[in-house]
């Protein structure tokens, strides 16, 4: 079945460098690519997205990079920060008959050191 | 508040019990969905509805059983769990349009099976 991978499991930065987190996907229909942030306790919510028609995309700190050919995609954070603490998943989406089939990575649990 | 809404935020049942989780969104969408995180796992996509039509069913056993009886309510019958579907099971809406993927998930409900 389609599956999305991510890497790493755990990633550990000081304040102010950069995190990259990396995702490949299997579903060749996947045409829009989601990333979640979940703090301790709290739901996913939407920090950035891409869609399959854009290489590339970026928000303040935060940016993501889409090879749909090498079925890969990535978020990069500069500058981190402590408030950048949290689990993030990637994710890709397919667009049913109705709703959206959107499948997750593992997670990255990403910790920024002061 | 994003507008989805979970009952109740904790369960604790037994494994020959039968109760159901709850979900209401306010934010006009069409699309409902229930997903399932356990440590350590990807979010897993359980069910899709579209207008109160089930468009994706992700091979998810028979004990658990959803009903969307309006494009605002969802729900996720449960009946002779076993202790490996203790986990948090989130709710989550979007609308149904390829243009609008962006889902809105609720606060989750933890459930524990004994």
């Known amino acids: 079945g389609e599956n999305v991978e991510q890497h790493p499991s755990t990633l550990s930065v000081q304040e102010g460098d950069s995190a990259v987190i990396k995702c490949t996907y299997s579903?060749?229909?996947?045409?829009?690519f989601p990333w979640y942030k979940q703090e301790l306790g709290k739901r996913p919510q939407l920090i950035i997205d891409?869609?399959?028609?854009?290489g590339e995309k970026k928000d303040q700190r935060i940016a993501v990079t889409l090879n749909k050919t090498a079925k890969h995609f990535s978020l990069h954070i500069t500058e981190t920060q402590p408030e950048d603490s949290a689990v993030y998943f990637c994710?890709?989406?397919?667009?049913?008959?109705?709703?959206?089939?959107?499948?997750f990575g593992a997670g990255t649990r990403l910790f920024v050191k002061a | 508040e994003t507008g989805v809404t979970q009952t109740p935020r904790h369960l604790v049942m037994g494994m020959t019990n039968k109760k159901s989780l709850k979900c209401e969104q306010h934010?006009?969408?069409?699309?409902m969905y229930w997903y399932k995180q356990s440590a350590k796992k990807p979010l897993e996509l359980m069910f899709v509805y579209s207008l109160e039509e089930r468009v994706e069913n992700n091979s998810v056993p028979s004990r658990f059983s959803p009903e969307c009886p309006n494009s605002s309510h969802l729900f996720l019958h449960l009946h002779t769990l076993q202790p490996e579907d203790s986990a948090l099971y989130l709710c989550a809406s979007s609308q149904d349009d390829s243009l609008n993927e962006k889902l809105f998930f609720g606060s989750g409900t933890q459930l524990s099976v004994l």
């Open positions: 934010l006009g969408h069409n699309a």
């Open positions: 891409i869609r399959s028609n854009v």
């Open positions: 994710a890709a989406s397919a667009y049913l008959r109705g709703g959206f089939k959107t499948i």
């Open positions: 579903d060749s229909a996947s045409n829009y």
